[in-house]
């Protein structure tokens, strides 16, 4: 189905084109240890051994095995989707387009509201056959006068589909369809283009919109350019580059890509570089007990078999030797 390449009017400014392209009863992980040197409310104080000296800390929660393995799986994830999401963009916004085989080689400049004089029309058919034989896409124009249309079709562009369907059964045409009448006080002049899909990979949005808005320059500077004279220029400053192959975005759809990628990617980043250094925050500490009071001092004890230090309380034997604990006399 062919669709609109873009247009514009004399008060309305030029337009682009379209173009095809509650609970869940799941737990969630337990948040990951927080430790500290010093007391803080909602805190325990632990203890662990470290040669044959007892080490306190302070954590919200006990530290386990898991705790001490950063959790990087996620994170990683979110890392490799971002380079995945930057990559795929890039791959689809690549064009290399393949000249078409054209099925009606008949290029037709139809002028039946008399704007063009012959010179206009040998412009348009030289540009026109040279645009053709470059890409295969059989370009057309059709002018008409307001009365022609107006009254029986919603709009300009229903008119220009309509008369494209009429014109053509295949979809490698580009039909410029254009509305004026230069003797009324006011010219309400409009215009609009008219691509097969099969023009898609060749007349791209960044190359339909270039032709739009230079058409729509040409047009709104009537002393310098004729009607005809602007949709050849248009199409002149098109050629040189509608066949070549590269990326093709904008830059606000760049830019909205890019901005995407780098959140997640710095929110990767942030949770995988926030894992890891949780994790070796509490590695030296998995296996710590909870000592029997969270202030004050705490009671140690000497083990008569090895001479390591422990807290007195917690343990049935020695944390550095293994020796059984003797109980405390009264």
């Known amino acids: 189905m062919p669709h609109s ?14 173009h095809s392209s509650g609970g869940s009863g799941t737990r969630s992980a337990p ?17 662990v051994y470290h040669g044959a000296r007892p080490t ?65 029309e040998a412009q348009m058919y030289d540009v026109f056959s040279r645009f053709q034989e470059k890409t295969g896409i059989t ?11 107006k009254g029986k079709y919603v709009n300009f562009s229903t008119f220009a589909l309509e008369a494209y369907v009429h014109l053509y059964s295949d979809e490698a045409h580009w039909l410029l369809c254009y509305s004026g009448d230069p003797s009324a006080s006011f010219d309400d002049w409009v215009w ?39 949709v050849s220029q248009g199409m002149e400053d098109i050629l040189p580059e509608v066949m070549k192959s590269g990326f093709d975005f904008d830059r606000d759809e760049l830019q909205s890509t890019v901005l ?22 509490v590695r030296d500490k998995v296996g710590a007990v909870r000592c029997p009071t969270d202030r004050g001092q705490v009671q140690e004890d000497t083990c008569e078999y090895c001479g390591g230090v422990y807290v ?19």
């Open 56 to 120: 306190y800390f302070y954590s919200s929660s006990p530290i386990t095995e898991r705790d001490a393995h950063p959790k990087i799986i996620g994170p990683t994830l979110m890392v490799l989707f971002a380079f995945a999401f930057l990559a795929v963009f890039l791959a689809g916004s690549y064009r290399h387009p393949q000249k078409l085989v054209p099925a009606d080689p008949t290029i037709h400049i139809a002028d039946r509201a008399n704007l063009l004089t012959s010179e206009d």
């Open 312 to 330: 007195h309380g917690i343990h049935l034997n020695c944390p550095h030797c293994g020796a059984a604990v003797k109980a405390k006399e009264a």
């Open 31 to 47: 948040p990951a240890p927080r430790v500290s040197n010093t007391y803080r409310s909602g805190y325990h104080r632990y203890v």
């Open 260 to 281: 995407v990628a780098v959140f997640i990617l710095g929110a990767g980043l942030y949770s995988l570089i926030s894992g890891i250094r949780s994790a070796n925050q």
């Open 192 to 230: 609009e283009g008219m691509q097969g899909n099969d023009t898609d990979g060749i007349l791209t949005e960044k190359i339909t919109n270039r032709f739009t808005e230079n058409v729509q320059k040409y047009l709104y500077a009537r002393e310098r350019y004729t009607v005809g004279q602007a």
């Open 139 to 149: 370009p057309a124009f059709l002018a008409v006068s307001p009365e022609e249309w």
């Open 5 to 18: 390449s873009g247009g514009g009017s004399h008060g309305g400014g030029s337009f682009s084109g379209s």
